[in-house]
C-alpha cells in the first residue's frame, strides 16, 4: 500500500506565499511523476502543477510565475512554493503520484488533501 501525506496549507493574506509538501511512503519502487491538483468549491478539480522523475514541469497558465514544482526523487517528496498568492487560489490542494509499486504495477495515488485559503 502507499501513502501520500500533504501538509503546508493554511490561511494567508493576498499577496502572500505557502509552501507544500506531499511526502510518499509504502510500496513504491519509483514514482515516476508527482503532481498538484485543487479542488475550489462548487468547482471541479484542475492540474496545478506536475513534475515527473526527469524533472520536467507543466503548470496551469493560472498559476505560471507565481508557483513553483520541485521534487527530492530520494526522499519521495513533492513540494509546491506558492507566491504572489491570490483569492482564487483556495481551494483544497491535493497531491498526486504516478509510481510503479515493487512488483513492477503501476499505479497512481491521492492524497487526501490540504486546505489553503487566500483572504483579501
Known amino acids: 500500500q502507499v501513502r501520500l501525506v500533504e501538509s503546508g496549507g493554511g490561511l494567508v493574506q493576498a499577496g502572500g506565499s505557502l509552501r507544500l509538501s506531499c511526502v510518499a511512503s509504502?510500496?513504491?519502487?519509483?514514482?515516476?511523476?508527482m503532481g498538484w491538483y485543487r479542488q475550489a468549491p462548487g468547482k471541479q478539480r484542475e492540474s496545478v502543477a506536475t513534475?515527473?522523475?526527469?524533472?520536467?514541469?507543466n503548470y496551469a497558465d493560472s498559476v505560471k510565475g507565481r508557483f513553483t514544482i520541485s521534487a527530492d526523487n530520494a526522499r519521495k517528496t513533492a513540494y509546491l512554493q506558492m507566491n504572489s498568492l491570490k483569492p482564487e487560489d483556495t481551494a483544497v490542494y491535493y497531491c498526486?503520484?504516478?509510481?510503479?509499486?515493487?512488483?513492477?504495477?503501476?499505479?497512481?495515488?491521492w492524497g487526501q488533501g490540504t486546505q489553503v485559503t487566500v483572504s483579501s
Open positions: 513534475i515527473t522523475s526527469g524533472a520536467r514541469t
Open positions: 509504502g510500496n513504491i519502487a519509483s514514482i515516476n511523476s
Open positions: 498526486n503520484a504516478d509510481l510503479t509499486e515493487w512488483l513492477g504495477r503501476y499505479r497512481n495515488y
